[in-house]
Structures are given as structure tokens and as C-alpha cells.
């Protein structure tokens, strides 16, 4: 069995980032610069944008953190949004989700630039990349695609089981993983919520992605011998063993799970590390305008 | 076994049409108005959009059929597909595929305004379709979902498998089944030219869909007892017994697998009629600005 080391995958990826930075600079371009806009005061989303921002300055690129109150129109929002469109210094940015309920997240989302949308929730991100052309790849499909690569792990005519539909990881990683492509060209089996039999259909799998965000819903019987584990759930549980007082649980119960692998990814220290990489390489691909 | 009548459901929804065209009609609005681009003179594009503006007539559209010599510059074709973005007289259009070599198709589909896109290729309707917001979606698949809508077959918690992985039929009807919707619900797996034991996914499939343009490639012992077949295969192979000197071949080897199902699509009369159906249908909802 081999952990898949997101931690240092992801570090390495930040490393290569900045020297991609560095040579810009030197080139005498400007740098990166993304921009987050956050509404309220939500827990979870103001350490998400925070880390998004101090990795921006670990890498060199320029940030601006916008932020809103919970009253925030949508207009006033959508008005900010055209505002960095047509801003030339910002050459991505995200509108860190979820937003209040009297705001539309598709209306805010369709408003952004798609050449502008580092995040990858612009439909026609979502469709250019099912058509195989040049998009920005939401972070965490982009993350689990990374991974897979680093480790050489075989994909062609494999057969990978997605548990979970959403629109932000099962649906395109799913999508990305049957293309013609490396890596790529598995069958792909999606299973959810509704899906029966699962545990049969989860058996079948050379490669299992669980993406459902149920602490532990993965246990040893599910999984073949050999099969590849990516566990992309990160549920916060209350812990009175940590610091922070709570602690993250995969999908998958590891310990039980992890014996029957060739390679598994932990929690935390798997895929979540790599979700802010990508995003910052998706702003190093606007940079360079390489998608569009 | 119950056989879908595709040329049945097709003329049913035909008269739906008209009867909703009429209506409009009644009420002082302008018929809908479908426009087709065709370039060069391919012999199978030439019958398909002769029968699409002929369908057009049958329901009560307007209908305007452009053509253009294989020698048209991409400038000349974008150029078109302006004045049909602006023309609001026109409702939808379509740019016949596919397009000489020298034309980019990408760049002349993601060129149509997605609000008259009513093939469903530009990338935005696509993604839409992927987030399960209001689009276009292609006739072929909506074609699919409209037979085993009207056919009443349970697709909640069955498994689907989808033979091809195209960007017109396998990829869209995969995604549309495996949805939070009715039909949807489904398990769905993507199998293709890379998949080693396709027999045993096929087995396994309450609703198998075969999307590869292979004449009888899906045998008796591929098909589990009960399932539903869908056909979507149409190549034409020349044939001795028949006037035109063509005859149609599907995916399914019908006559041994017919037997075993609940339901079955034949070739030709199955899905083939619900494809220029479901693009009267787009028209009228372009026509009622009922998606945009």
C-alpha cells in the first residue's frame, strides 16, 4: 500500500508555481494577481479564502481580498463583478460560495468572465471541459487529475467508481477520468445516493473516488484488492483529542480500508491540500492566458 | 417485449407542436423560426437539413435554409452567424456538421448566441445542462429521455450503461441520467473503445443505451433478461433489398436481442425520428423564450 502524499505533492506544485512567478518577473511581466470576494462571516468560508490568500503571497502572486456584509444586493454584488471583469490588474478571481440566500449563486457565477473564472463554475468552463477543450478545471477534479498523474497511476481501460454527483467534484472528475485523455480513458461507473446496490458496484473498482462527504460510508468489503482510494470527504467532527477541538473525517474508513489498497489517499493530507493548488495554477494559467 | 415507437412518439409530438404553433399563432405572436446554415454538398447533411426545414413547414415554423459552397472562408461563416445572433426574426439556428476542414467547428459553434443555439453544442448550454440549469440539450439525447419519459420506464435506482462516450450522445444522456430528475436517478456507467470487458458492464445494465456507430455490436449474450434497450446506432450499409440501395444498421443486433427485453428501440423508427423532433422542440421553446 502507498499513501498518496498531498501534502507534498502540493508543496511541490507551490514550488514550481513560484519559480513560474519568479521567471515572469524576470521576464518583466507582471504577476498573477487573483482576486476573492467574500460575503459574511461564515466560519469555514473565511479560513478557506484567508489560506487562499496567504498561498497567493507564498507563490509571488499579487492578492485582494473584497469582502461584504450579509446584506450585500445582488446588485451590489453583480456590479463588483463586472468591476473585476474589465479590471485589467486582476487576472482571475472567485466569489467564494455559499452566498445569502437573497443572492443567486448561477446569476453571480454566469456574470463572472469566463476567462476571469479561476474557480471553474462558469457553465462554459463546465462545458468546455466535456468537450475536451481548453477550460479551467474546477480545483478539486483538477487536484484528484494531478494526483493520479504524479503517481503514474495507470488509468487507460480501468474501471473507476465515483460515489457522488455534484457539480463541483463527483460530475467532473467523472467526466475528466473517461475522456480520451492521460489520465483518462477509464469506464466510469457514477453511483449516488440513489443507487441501490452500491457496495457491488464499488467492488467492481480499479480506482474509487468517494465524494459524498459521509464520514467513513467507505468500508473494507466495498473495496477490491489492489484498488486505488481517493477520499475527498472532509466532514468536520467535534474532537476533544485536537486543538482546534474538532477534527476532519474522510469518506473512507481508513484504517480498516488502507491494508486492501495499492494507494490510498489520507484525510486530511490527501486531496484537500491540493484544492488550493489548483486554484493558484489555474491564476498562473490566466496569468499566461493559456486557456483563453 | 414492448417495441418504442420512435415514429409514433415523433409524429405525436409533431402535432403537439403545431398545435402549440397555432395557438401562438391565434394569439398575434410570430411563428418560431428556425434557420440552417449548410456548407458544401455532403450528401448525408443535405437530406438531414432538407428534412429538418420540411419539419419545420409540417409544424407551422418559419424556416430559412442558407447555404454556402466548401470553398466559404471561416470570416464569411462567422460573419453569417453574427447577422443570425442579431436578427430577431430568427429564433434558433443551426450550423450544419460538419464543417469543411479548414473551418474551425469550435470556434463557429461557441460563436452562435447560446440563447438560439437549439443543437445544444455551444459549450454554455452544455454546462448549464451539466448544473441542471435550464439549456438546450441536444436532440439526440433529448430525443432518448423524451421516449423513456412517454414510455413511462422506471429509471430511479437502475443501472444505465451507456455504450460511447461522444459529445452529442453518450456524454450528454449519461449525465442526463444520472441526474437528481425524472427519467434520472440512475447509476449510470460510461463504457467506449477503451473498455476491456464491456460484456460485463453491459450485463449488468437494466437500461443499456449503445451509442457507437457499430453495426450489431450488442449481442444477445451483452444483454441482461428484461432490460431496456436503446439503439441510437444508424449506419447506412448498402443493401440490395432496398430502393434506395441503403439500408439502416443499429448498435443492437435486434432480432436475437429483441427477445430478451422489456422495451427495445428498433433502426430505423426508434430514436432516429425523435432527433429532428427534438429540435422542433428547442425551436419552439427559443420561440417562447422559455429556456433564456
Do not use: W
Request: net charge negative; aromatic share 4%.
Amino acid at each position: 500500500m502507498q499513501l498518496i502524499d498531498g501534502k507534498q505533492t502540493a508543496a511541490d506544485i507551490k514550488q514550481e508555481i513560484a519559480l513560474a512567478v519568479s521567471l515572469m518577473v524576470q521576464e518583466g511581466k507582471k504577476r498573477p494577481h487573483l482576486a476573492a470576494v467574500l460575503v459574511g462571516h461564515d466560519g469555514g468560508s473565511e479560513t478557506y479564502v484567508a489560506n487562499k490568500v496567504k498561498d497567493c503571497e507564498t507563490v509571488g502572486f499579487q492578492s485582494t481580498l473584497i469582502r461584504f456584509e450579509d446584506n450585500v444586493t445582488e446588485e451590489e454584488l453583480l456590479a463588483k463583478v463586472d468591476e473585476l471583469n474589465q479590471d485589467e490588474n486582476v487576472d482571475g478571481f472567485i466569489v467564494q460560495l455559499p452566498l445569502p440566500r437573497h443572492i443567486s449563486e448561477n446569476k453571480v457565477i454566469e456574470a463572472i468572465d469566463p476567462k476571469k473564472d479561476v474557480d471553474g463554475f462558469h457553465p462554459i468552463n463546465l462545458g468546455r471541459m466535456m468537450l475536451g477543450m481548453p477550460a479551467f478545471v474546477s480545483a478539486t477534479p483538477a487536484g484528484i487529475i494531478e494526483l493520479i498523474s504524479r503517481y503514474n497511476i495507470e488509468t487507460a481501460g480501468k474501471h473507476c467508481v465515483v460515489i457522488g454527483r455534484s457539480n463541483i467534484v463527483g460530475r467532473p472528475v467523472s467526466i475528466l477520468l473517461s475522456q480520451k485523455a492521460k489520465p483518462g480513458n477509464c469506464t466510469v461507473t457514477v453511483c449516488h445516493s440513489r443507487t441501490p446496490n452500491i457496495a457491488d458496484i464499488t467492488r467492481q473498482a480499479d480506482i474509487l473516488i468517494a465524494a459524498i462527504g459521509s464520514p467513513g460510508f467507505v468500508k473494507a468489503d466495498m473495496v477490491k484488492d489492489g484498488a486505488v482510494v481517493i477520499d475527498v470527504g472532509t466532514t468536520r467532527l467535534p474532537s476533544d483529542k485536537t486543538k482546534t477541538g474538532y477534527k476532519l473525517h474522510g469518506d473512507v474508513l481508513f484504517d480498516e480500508v488502507a491494508p486492501k489498497c495499492s494507494y490510498i489517499t489520507p484525510v486530511p493530507g490527501g486531496v484537500g491540500p491540493m484544492t488550493i493548488v489548483s486554484l493558484l495554477k489555474n491564476t498562473l494559467l490566466a496569468g499566461r492566458k493559456e486557456i483563453y
